[in-house]
């Protein structure tokens, strides 16, 4: 099970730090990726980090602004999000691939949370 925490209303230009907890499998054997999906929109992959933390990925609008980490130890990844913007609005879930590596296809996951609500809006 996968549980997404830290999402909030925030004004353009601020910060959220989103949280992925994990219980009854050990993340430190899993791909995690970070999606999100927009009203009316697919759901997109966001950002991912291997299983060692030495493979991440971001997705093009992100990059520069979110940074995304991991605590095996405490069975936990985190979403950094800075500078955010009214167009991150969205839904944000945390997804498990079983396999050390990480990508951003919504086929590939094995695990995914129920999100947590993130909205930019002034």
């Known amino acids: 099970q996968l549980v997404e925490s830290g999402g909030d209303l925030v004004q353009p230009g601020e910060s959220l730090r989103l949280s992925c907890v994990a219980s009854g499998i050990g993340l430190e054997y899993y791909g995690i990726t970070w999606f999100r999906q927009a009203p009316g929109k697919e759901r997109e992959g966001v950002s991912c980090?291997?299983?060692?933390?030495?493979?991440?990925d971001h997705t093009a609008s992100v990059k520069g602004r979110f940074s995304i980490s991991r605590d095996n130890a405490k069975n936990t990844v985190f979403l950094q999000m800075d500078s955010l913007r009214p167009e991150d609005t969205g839904i944000y879930y945390c997804a498990a691939r079983g396999r050390p590596g990480c990508n951003m296809r919504t086929d590939d996951m094995d695990y995914w949370g129920k999100g947590t609500q993130v909205t930019v809006s002034s």
């Open positions: 980090i291997s299983s060692s933390s030495n493979f991440q």
